[in-house]
Structures are given as structure tokens and as C-alpha cells.
């Protein structure tokens, strides 16, 4: 095996899911990764909250008020008519 810090063995369930232990999450602090298969390795890359940033479409809503404001239209339209 490869020099590797840190080995432990996984499981994934019949979803799919893998469960990392504690020991590896402590050492990685990141919730999100990039996953690349390499031949039959599986890798996972951590990345950073900033890589993400754009892209995904702005908030809608800037606003608590902007938010009910919209939950009552569309409740209206749901329902056909005012909710007040």
C-alpha cells in the first residue's frame, strides 16, 4: 500500500453512502468534496466553501419580509384567491 497517513476502512450502503470515521473527518475539517474515480481507486477531493462561490444562482430574497411576502402570493395562488 501507498504511503498513506491515515487508513481506515469503509463501508458504503446499499444507497450508497460512505460513512468517513471520526479520525479521518477530524484531519480533513471539510464537508464537501470533488469525487474522482482513478482506474478503481475512488478519490476525494476536500474543497473550500469560496470554491463554490457563483455557482449557484443568487438568493432569490434578500429579506425576511421579501420571503412571507412571496410565501402569501404563492399561498394565494395555490388556494385560488386572498389568504388574508
Known sequence: MENF??????EMDSNGRIYLPVSIRRRLKA???RAFVQGDRLVLV???LEELYGAFAPALY???E???RAVEEE???A???DIR
Open 5 to 10: 497517513s491515515c487508513v481506515e476502512i469503509v
Open 31 to 33: 464537508r464537501r468534496f
Open 46 to 48: 476536500p474543497i473550500e
Open 62 to 64: 434578500q429579506t425576511a
Open 66 to 68: 421579501e420571503i412571507d
Open 75 to 77: 399561498s394565494a395562488r
Open 79 to 81: 388556494v385560488g384567491g
